[in-house]
């Protein structure tokens, strides 16, 4: 039997890493790319930046904290509005 993967998903806002239930009263719990490090240290397969602001705001999604995890060597993938260009 295959081993179950890590794939921790870290909800973003405004370049800030969130907690909230149901994307309401979210709080700050950090930097993306400092937790992104520690997942990643942690042993995490994958990691998912989720902008949760981006749609409402009508804006495209966040991309320095996917370029700083990049210039760290992390593989980087796009999401659903990336794969439709």
Known sequence: MPLPRLIP???VAH???VK???FV???DVGDPVEL???YSEGGAD???FLDIT???E???TMTSSSSACGRRGDSLHGGRRSALR
Do not use: K
């Open 9 to 11: 998903c870290l909800d």
């Open 15 to 17: 370049g800030r890493v």
């Open 20 to 22: 909230g239930v149901s």
């Open 25 to 27: 009263q979210l709080r």
């Open 36 to 38: 992104a490090a520690f």
């Open 46 to 48: 994958e990691l998912v």
């Open 54 to 56: 981006a749609t409402p």
């Open 58 to 60: 009508e804006r495209v």
